[in-house]
């Protein structure tokens, strides 16, 4: 059984921060974590990636230098922590998990779950 849950949106102004948390179960020993986020009326975007065990996460552009991913191995817990958060990052942010190898990076396919989302507001 694979379970995800993420936690810690909330509403914040331009230039604020925000740390979310993604908690996840899952049976093998390692998995693709990512984070992806989906605004009204928009395709679902990928925000980054890692592979579970201390690789170097990749992230998109839009996202580069203000978001970073972290985790903490023994929790099994994935971490977003974003800064300098802007409007154009108002989304329903989504933590998901597939097997490895991650070759399939942000691409929505390549993950078979997905949490429930947490929404982020930023106000200017």
């Known amino acids: 059984q694979v379970q995800l849950v993420e936690s810690g949106g909330g509403s914040v102004q331009a230039g604020e921060s925000l740390r979310l948390a993604c908690s996840a179960s899952?049976?093998?020993?390692?998995?693709?974590l990512a984070w992806f986020r989906q605004a009204p009326g928009k395709e679902r975007e990928g925000v980054g990636y890692?592979?579970?065990?201390?690789?170097?996460?990749s992230y998109a552009d839009s996202v580069k230098g203000r978001f970073t991913i972290s985790e903490d191995s023994a929790k099994k817990t994935v971490y977003l922590q974003m800064n300098n958060l802007k409007p154009e990052d108002t989304a329903m942010y989504y933590c998901?998990?597939?097997?490895?190898?991650?070759?399939?990076?942000?691409?929505?396919?390549?993950?078979?779950?997905w949490g429930q989302g947490t929404q982020v507001t930023v106000s200017s």
């Open positions: 998901a998990a597939g097997r490895p190898p991650c070759g399939n990076g942000l691409r929505v396919y390549g993950y078979n779950y």
């Open positions: 899952y049976p093998y020993s390692s998995a693709c």
């Open positions: 890692v592979h579970s065990g201390g690789d170097t996460p």
